[in-house]
């Protein structure tokens, strides 16, 4: 008989996990049937009980339909087979099966660190990735033909690997792998072998040969287990019960148009009746809510940005999506956007080290206005310093991408290009950043970009007309990056960690370029 080829999904279980049942949810509705005696290990299967629901789709199809089958259902069944192997419990889920298991059950990563452990670095098939500089931003890469990590696009400062999928370098082993918390195998394997195959996965997940390849993983990971997000949350608890919120504040968790926004509403604040603040305080939210705050309270309330020119809502998100909270626990973690992660302690150090490097700029702007739109900073600041010139807006097409770009919001006649983002959001300076790099990349790859640029500069004054040089390979101009933030903020150590590692990825990257850049904090009053 020719050898079975099949998939499988399997979990391993927590250590403390002591018997199969414990691995169940409390209302799961299974019934239980023991590996018989012969099998060379031990092991428990649950089958889920049968449940038989009317497709959502079938009312619509009756309405005009001749003499449809009305007593359609759905049959969702499911099982999981629990092993025993090398004193560890796997669960094999079946079906729907999955739905049967605690979520505080099984080991977070185990799939993907398998896979890291095994797989071929040149033969991936598919990449899952986060980008943490934006939590919100996920993303999965395939390719048509089994490669390296490097054929993926991916920027090991920034992104997160949730999954991957690969060729192992062990045949026997498996002939596909795919894993996050969970792992996908296709292999040849009868009933009698799955001991056995856990028992070689388990070697696996404790090895670390993926460090040889993939070692920057462990620099970031995303928190998935439930009893540790508790634990963060009781902290972040605590630190907004006690008003202790030295390293908490608000802030929008996506990228937004300051331009269309008037203020915020937070909780309690009504629209039409309500004075919309300038700005997200944390302080603010937390006088008026006498209460103590709790866990549904942060994910129930709003806070609603409201339009500049009148009092419609253009954004809304819940508090907790707002919150950036860094707390070290040995190592450290941050909630951002509403997720929390883990972070490496010396790629944290690390990063920070390299940011506070960045040299302060020493062109003096003027204070910010609370409620103060960019836009209307920068024409107030290029108003008070002739050696200003204003180029917000200013654009710059590109040639051969189709799109155009800012050289910069202020240049400052010393030859510094200065770029200007209001707020701390991680997702909003890592923008910032990015700009003052692409600036500098197009201004010294295309000189149709460079002549544009300095013609424009050159309609703003004779002063300003050797802000750049004509030369091509000229790099005598500055890059400045200016934060409006509130007064007695420090800068950058008091930006948060994804908006500090994503300046540090900038920044390497402008130090590449031999362009030299800085970083200001401009006061907002």
Not at 104 to 133: C, H, M, W
Not at 155 to 160: F, G, V
Not at 423 to 447: C, I, K, Y
């Amino acid at each position: 008989m020719a050898a079975t080829t099949r998939q499988f999904t399997i979990f391993l279980l927590k250590a403390d996990v002591a018997d199969p049942q414990g691995a169940l949810k409390p209302d799961a509705r299974v019934t239980a049937h023991a590996v018989r005696q012969r099998l060379p290990f031990t092991g428990t299967c649950f089958f889920r009980d049968e449940r038989r629901n009317r497709p959502g789709w079938l009312p619509l199809l009756i309405e005009g339909v001749e003499n449809p089958p009305e007593d359609l259902r759905n049959a969702s069944n499911g099982a999981v087979l629990v092993v025993r192997s090398s004193g560890r419990l796997f669960a094999f889920a079946f079906g729907y099966g999955r739905a049967l298991l605690r979520p505080d059950a099984y080991e977070r990563r185990f799939g993907l660190r398998v896979v890291l452990n095994t797989v071929d670095p040149k033969r991936l098939r598919s990449i899952d990735s986060q980008t943490f500089e934006d939590l919100s931003l996920q993303s999965k890469r395939q390719v048509s033909q089994a490669s390296g990590v490097e054929e993926f696009g991916l920027d090991i400062e920034r992104d997160m690997l949730r999954a991957v999928t690969g060729q192992p370098r062990d045949p026997s082993l498996a002939k596909v792998l795919s894993g996050s918390d969970a792992l996908a195998v296709t292999c040849v394997a009868e009933f009698k072998d799955l001991a056995e195959k856990c028992a070689a996965l388990l070697r696996a997940y404790e090895s670390t040969d993926y460090k040889a390849a993939f070692e920057w993983i462990d620099h970031i990971e995303p928190v998935t287990d439930p009893d540790t997000i508790r634990d963060l949350d009781a902290r972040l608890l605590a630190a907004l019960n006690s008003k202790r919120v030295e390293h908490v504040h608000l802030s929008p968790p996506q990228v937004i148009d300051w331009e269309r926004i008037g203020g915020f509403l937070l909780p309690g604040m009504r629209k039409g009746s309500s004075e919309p603040r300038p700005e997200m305080e944390i302080t603010e939210l937390l006088s008026s809510r006498p209460e103590p705050l709790t866990r549904e309270a942060l994910k129930s309330g709003s806070i609603r940005a409201i339009a500049s020119d009148s009092d419609s809502v253009v954004y809304e998100w819940s508090i907790y999506d707002c919150l950036v909270f860094e707390v070290r626990v040995n190592p450290l973690y941050v909630l951002s956007a509403g997720d929390w992660s883990r972070i490496d302690g010396g790629y944290a150090d690390g990063v920070r080290k390299r940011v506070e490097k960045i040299p302060k700029c020493r062109i003096v702007l003027v204070d910010a206005k609370a409620g103060e739109r960019e836009g209307d900073y920068n024409r107030r600041a290029a108003k008070s310093d002739p050696n200003l010139a204003l180029m917000d807006k200013q654009l710059v097409r590109v040639p051969g991408t189709g799109t155009s770009i800012e050289i910069c919001d202020l240049a400052h006649k010393s030859g510094s290009l200065l770029h200007l983002k209001r707020g701390r959001a991680s997702s909003n300076l890592s923008h910032l950043w990015m700009q003052g790099v692409m600036s500098a990349e197009a201004l010294l790859a295309d000189s149709s970009v460079r002549d544009a640029a300095r013609k424009k500069l050159a309609s703003k004054g004779a002063r300003f007309s050797s802000v750049i040089k004509k030369a091509q390979d000229d790099r005598s101009f500055r890059v400045g990056f200016g934060l409006l933030v509130p007064a007695g903020t420090r800068v950058p150590q008091d930006l948060p960690f994804f908006s500090q590692a994503s300046l540090a990825h900038a920044h390497d990257r402008l130090r590449l370029l031999k362009v030299r850049a800085s970083l200001r904090a401009i006061d907002v009053l």
